[in-house]
């Protein structure tokens, strides 16, 4: 599994709405939470999903983008953002390539372990979180980080202002 400081493997693919998803393109402009899970519609991985559904407005609000991802069929993946009516990305990885290259496969299930990467403006892991039975802790974490992000960065702002001479 990808770690902390490397850089998060690019992808170029299409979600369920048929809208292109390009990792490189938040480059510089959004942070990704991109979290992979085991199988739609399974009672641990809906309720990560809902988890996350609610709160997508809490993660767009600290400048980040939210992308999930399992390597259920396209139909299946589709049908399950439908039903659970969700709003942010859910991408279909049937061939395995985007989940091999986070390295967040199992072995021998060939399915994705629950594991939420936040992704930097510059395109580095920040952050990899991965707790395979507490669901709810993917979220806690994903929001935790991002405010802390949040809040260096306004510490970072303000830091030149305070500090320069008055004129």
Not at 7 to 31: I, M, N, W
Not at 84 to 105: C, H, K, N, P, T
Request: glycine content about 4%.
């Amino acid at each position: 599994m990808l770690s902390v400081g490397d850089l998060a493997p690019d992808f170029d693919t299409v979600d369920c709405r048929g809208e292109r998803v390009h990792l490189a393109s938040y480059r510089g402009q959004r942070k990704v939470v991109l979290f992979f899970f085991p199988k739609a519609f399974t009672p641990a991985c809906t309720l990560e999903v809902r988890n996350f559904r609610d709160n997508y407005q809490r993660i767009t609000q600290l400048n980040a983008e939210l992308i999930g991802l399992s390597v259920d069929k396209a139909e299946r993946q589709c049908r399950f953002a439908i039903e659970e009516q969700l709003q942010f990305r859910l991408i279909s990885d049937e061939s395995r390539a985007i989940s091999e290259l986070y390295g967040v496969m199992w072995p021998v299930l060939r399915i994705d372990r629950r594991a939420t990467f936040v992704i930097g403006l510059d395109g580095a892991i920040e952050d990899v979180f991965h707790h395979e039975v507490q669901v709810y802790r993917h979220l806690e974490d994903v929001l935790d980080r991002l405010a802390a992000g949040r809040a260096k960065a306004q510490a970072e702002l303000a830091a030149p202002a305070a500090s320069s001479p008055p004129d």
